[in-house]
C-alpha cells in the first residue's frame, strides 16, 4: 500500500504544469530548491555521491553526444509519435546498441521518455535542444568549460588557494595554457568558441524579461523623464554590452518620440559584426576613461562581476565617473545579487563559474554597496522582477 507521502507528492506532480506555467521564477526556484531539500534528506550519503559523481556527469554526457548523433532533432517536437533506438540510431554514424544505452540513461534523467520498450519520445528540454543556442551552449560548457574546472584545484594550488583575482591569470589560462591572455581576447582568435559562449549567454536569458520590461527597472520615471530633450543627446551607454541586440530592442520599445542616442561601446570585432539598428556602435571598452560626457545613464551590464578584485572594479567605476554630469547622470549596474542567507543554486553555480572562467565573483547588496559608496556613489534603487534571476541597481555622484 502506497504511504501517505508518496500519495501527497504524486498529487503535487501531478500539478506541476500549473504552478509551472502560473508561479513566478522566483516562487519555482523556491519551489525546487524544497524539492531539492527533501532529496538530499531521503538520500543516503552514499546515494548522494553516487548521483553526483556518476549520474550528473553521464547525465551531461549523454545530451552531449544525443545533440552530436541528431537525436532530439530527430524525436522532434512534443507529441510526436515515439522511435525505437534502431531508428534514431539510422542516421548517427554510431553503433546502434552504443546509442540505445544512452536513450537509457536520458530517459532515467528525464531528458526524453520512455513510451514503450526500447521507444522513445522528446519531452520539453529535448525539443529544446533542438535549437541553435541550446547546442552552443552544451558545447561551450562540455568541450570548452569542462577541462577548465578540473583543473581548478591544480591552479588553486599554485597560488595557495587564494580567492583567484586576476583576470588574464586564472583557471582558464592556466587550464589552456594561456598565460596573460584574457578570456575575452581569446575570444577573437578563436570565434567558434565565442559563438559557443554567445549560446550559453542566451540560455541564461532565455525566458527572462529585458530590464525595460514592465515590472523590472521603470526605465521611462527614471532616465527618460527628465533626460534628452534633443536627439543630439545621449540617453544610454552600454559599456562592453556584447552583441545580444539589446539596443535595438531597447529602441524599438522608447519608439521614436523618446530623445537621446543610445549606444553600445564594445571591442573591435564585436563592433565588426553588430547590426546598429536604432543604435550606435563604437569601439570601447570598460579599461577606457568614459570620451562621451553627460550622457543619461552609463551601464555595466554583467561586468563587475569579472572581477572579484574590488580594485579593479573601482578603477573601471573611475572611468566612468570624471563624464558623469552630478545631479543628472545616473549609473545602472545590471547583475546578479546574492542573497545574504539561502542562496539558490542558480545563483551560486554561477558565483562558481565566473571564478573559473574570469576569476570573477557575485556579489551580495551589502558587497556593492561597501564598493560604490566607496567611489563616491550612492545608491538609489535597486530594482528586480519576479521572473529574473539579475537586478538593476541605480547610483548616482554622492
Not at 528540454?125 to 570548452?144: E, H, I, N, P, T
Not at 569579472?306 to 545616473?330: H, Q, V, W
Request: net charge negative; with cysteine; hydrophobic share 40%.
Amino acid at each position: 500500500m502506497e504511504s501517505d507521502a508518496i500519495s501527497q507528492l504524486k498529487t503535487l506532480l501531478g500539478t506541476a504544469r500549473d504552478l509551472r506555467e502560473n508561479l513566478s521564477r522566483a516562487d519555482r526556484l523556491q519551489l525546487g530548491g524544497l524539492a531539492e531539500a527533501l532529496r538530499n534528506e531521503l538520500e543516503r550519503p552514499d546515494e548522494a555521491l553516487f548521483r553526483v559523481t556518476f549520474n550528473e556527469p553521464s547525465h551531461y554526457l549523454g545530451i552531449r553526444l544525443a545533440i552530436q548523433w541528431g537525436v532530439f532533432d530527430a524525436l522532434g517536437d512534443v507529441g510526436e509519435p515515439g522511435k525505437s533506438s534502431a531508428q534514431l540510431a539510422e542516421n548517427t554514424g554510431a553503433d546502434p546498441r552504443l546509442v540505445a544505452r544512452f536513450l537509457r540513461h536520458l530517459a532515467a534523467n528525464g531528458t526524453i521518455r520512455e513510451v514503450d520498450l526500447d521507444t522513445y519520445a522528446s519531452t520539453r528540454l529535448s525539443a529544446s535542444c533542438r535549437q541553435k543556442f541550446y547546442k552552443d551552449a552544451v558545447g561551450f560548457m562540455f568541450d570548452d568549460f569542462y577541462n577548465v574546472g578540473w583543473k581548478l584545484p591544480s591552479f588553486l594550488d599554485t597560488i595557495s588557494h587564494r580567492n583567484p583575482a586576476d583576470i588574464n591569470n586564472g583557471p582558464f589560462q592556466h587550464a589552456y595554457n594561456l598565460p596573460g591572455k584574457s578570456l575575452y581576447t581569446y575570444f577573437g582568435e578563436n570565434t567558434a568558441m565565442a559563438q559557443r559562449f554567445g549560446g550559453m549567454i542566451q540560455l541564461y536569458n532565455a525566458g527572462k524579461p529585458f530590464f525595460w520590461e514592465d515590472g523590472y527597472y521603470p526605465i521611462k520615471e527614471r532616465l527618460v523623464d527628465s533626460g534628452p530633450k534633443s536627439d543630439e543627446d545621449v540617453l544610454l551607454i552600454d559599456i562592453g554590452g556584447g552583441d545580444a541586440g539589446d539596443l535595438g530592442l531597447l529602441r524599438k520599445a522608447l519608439g521614436s518620440e523618446v530623445k537621446g542616442r543610445l549606444i553600445l561601446q564594445e571591442l573591435k570585432h564585436i563592433i565588426d559584426r553588430s547590426d546598429q539598428d536604432g543604435y550606435e556602435a563604437q569601439v570601447g571598452d570598460w579599461n577606457q576613461v568614459q570620451p562621451i560626457k553627460g550622457a543619461r545613464a552609463y551601464m555595466l551590464q554583467h561586468i563587475l562581476h569579472d572581477f572579484s578584485s574590488d580594485d579593479e572594479c573601482r578603477r573601471i567605476l573611475r572611468n566612468i565617473i570624471p563624464a558623469m554630469t552630478p545631479g543628472y547622470s545616473k549609473l545602472l549596474i545590471k547583475e546578479l545579487l546574492i542573497p545574504d542567507r539561502n542562496a539558490p543554486s542558480a545563483f551560486t553555480a554561477m558565483d562558481v563559474n565566473v571564478i573559473q572562467s574570469l576569476s570573477g565573483q557575485e556579489r551580495t547588496e551589502s558587497q556593492f554597496r561597501n564598493l560604490l559608496e566607496s567611489v563616491g556613489f550612492k545608491i538609489e534603487g535597486i530594482w528586480g522582477h519576479q521572473n529574473a534571476l539579475d537586478v538593476v541597481i541605480e547610483a548616482s555622484l554622492s
